[in-house]
């Protein structure tokens, strides 16, 4: 265990003070004020942060058994009955009268000058809310990336939406064109036939677009505590191409397909992770506070020493007279022989949690390579795409200018014209959605980095 956090402690001091991550996209404006929302409005988040006021306080708490105590006490006592006894040469007393004075009122101070206990019992709280710091911060962290992708998703969609618009008017203008040839007995009624099918299946195409909108809307929307049918700004054309095209490393501005990636050596960015990723923070500052409660209930075994006094008056009537004050002070030994092994049932449940959070350290360590690897691959993939996407529209673009010049001259049929016109739409919607998903898939790598 003490292996494990000197690794995290060690990995997070010489990565911080080494460089710096710079090859990740910027934060699009717009997206940076919703994550700050989403932030202030998310229940989950907001009940970390309150676990953390609750860690802080028993910080205070803890701290103020290092302080002395003074209380103040005030008595009225009064007694009716009792033994009534016969001394010879005396005469007649009442034995209640022994422990009952009427007025008893008092300054009591206690401090405990040697409790090992007591400061073990200040570094538990500290370690637990340093912890709480970090579930803050985990919990932050994993917010920002869910906004990142619902922001992004809802962009492509929005774009879908428009590529598919676009496409529905083409194929309406074909329709058009294709209902005159044939009243002028220049095109066949297939022609009309084949140019309504496409106009019916791109109508079919808007509303699958626009439906998948509105769900991404929901989705973004619900994150951030909004109404549903909140607008949303997305990046225009020249933000989105601004984006991609930051980072040397996010995507090839080239339509060659086997430009690589200039990508960090993987042990760098594992080390990147472990000294940003919170979980991590959160697991080594957990296990500091069970290291210091286990020695919170070793220090049973050792003695106490703490001093006491105290200063009042005991009265048959309140006056507060000098003549019946009485000081009383001193020290006090305690030391705990034999509490029924409970000492030891306590230490031996601190090392059974300790060992639980040995295992579950060595569980986020292998879910963070793991969440690295996927993430580094999501972007050579996205990245790729992109690259071929572009390759594509740009066939696809000249395919239609010579299938429309052609169509126009005569040269070609109907059925020609709408295959390329199809091509072109698809190709636009899978540049559309390559694109942002080479922001997603950044975002993703971002995430599992630990940064934001």
């Not at 060690?10 to 910027?26: D, E, I, K, M």
């Not at 992708?149 to 083409?170: G, S």
């Amino acid at each position: 265990m003490k292996r494990l956090f000197f690794f995290l402690m060690l990995t997070s001091s010489v990565v911080t003070q080494s460089r710096v991550y710079g090859q990740t996209a910027p934060t699009p404006l717009a997206l940076h004020s919703y994550i700050e929302t989403a932030l202030a409005q998310n229940p989950e988040v907001q009940a970390t942060r309150a676990q953390w006021k609750i860690s802080d306080a028993h910080v205070t708490q803890s701290s103020s058994y290092l302080y002395p105590r003074l209380d103040f006490s005030s008595k009225f006592s009064q007694y009716s009955g009792g033994r009534i006894i016969e001394i010879p040469g005396v005469g007649k007393f009442n034995t209640a009268a022994l422990g009952v004075v009427p007025w008893d009122n008092e300054f009591m101070l206690s401090w405990n000058i040697a409790n090992f206990g007591v400061w073990q019992g200040m570094a538990v709280s500290q370690s637990f809310r340093d912890a709480s710091s970090a579930a803050v911060s985990a919990k932050e962290l994993a917010l920002t990336y869910l906004v990142s992708e619902a922001y992004y998703t809802y962009a492509k969609a929005n774009e879908l939406v428009a590529v598919r618009k676009n496409a529905e008017l083409l194929a309406e203008e074909n329709l058009k064109v294709a209902n005159a040839l044939f009243t002028n007995d220049k095109a066949p009624k297939n022609d009309v036939l084949r140019a309504e099918v496409g106009v019916a299946s791109s109508q079919g195409d808007v509303l699958s677009a626009q439906n998948m909108a509105m769900l991404a809307k929901t989705n973004f929307n619900n994150l951030l505590k909004r109404d549903y049918d909140a607008e949303i700004n997305v990046p225009n054309t020249d933000e989105l191409s601004s984006l991609v095209s930051s980072s040397p490393d996010l995507a090839s501005k080239e339509t060659d397909v086997m430009n690589t990636l200039s990508f960090h050596p993987l042990h760098e960015d594992e080390e990147m992770a472990f000294a940003n990723r919170p979980e991590l923070t959160q697991i080594l500052r957990t296990g500091d506070a069970l290291g210091a409660t286990k020695r919170a209930a070793f220090s049973d075994f050792l003695p106490n020493i703490s001093l006491f006094a105290s200063y009042g008056w005991m009265e048959n009537s309140l006056q507060f007279a000098k003549s019946n004050h009485l000081l009383v002070g001193g020290a006090q030994l305690k030391w705990n022989l034999f509490s029924g092994f409970n000492t030891n049932a306590k230490m031996q449940e601190t090392d059974a949690q300790i060992e639980e959070l040995r295992f579950n350290a060595e569980s986020a360590f292998a879910g963070i390579r793991l969440e690295i690897e996927n993430a580094r691959l999501e972007k050579v993939n996205s990245a790729q795409r992109l690259a071929i996407a572009k390759k594509q529209i740009l066939s696809a673009e000249e395919n239609y200018r010579i299938t429309k010049l052609q169509y126009d001259n005569g040269i070609a049929q109907l059925i020609t014209m709408l295959d390329a016109q199809t091509t072109l739409a698809n190709s636009k919607a899978n540049l559309a959605t390559t694109t942002f998903d080479v922001l997603i898939a950044e975002a993703k790598y971002k995430k599992a980095l630990g940064l934001r």
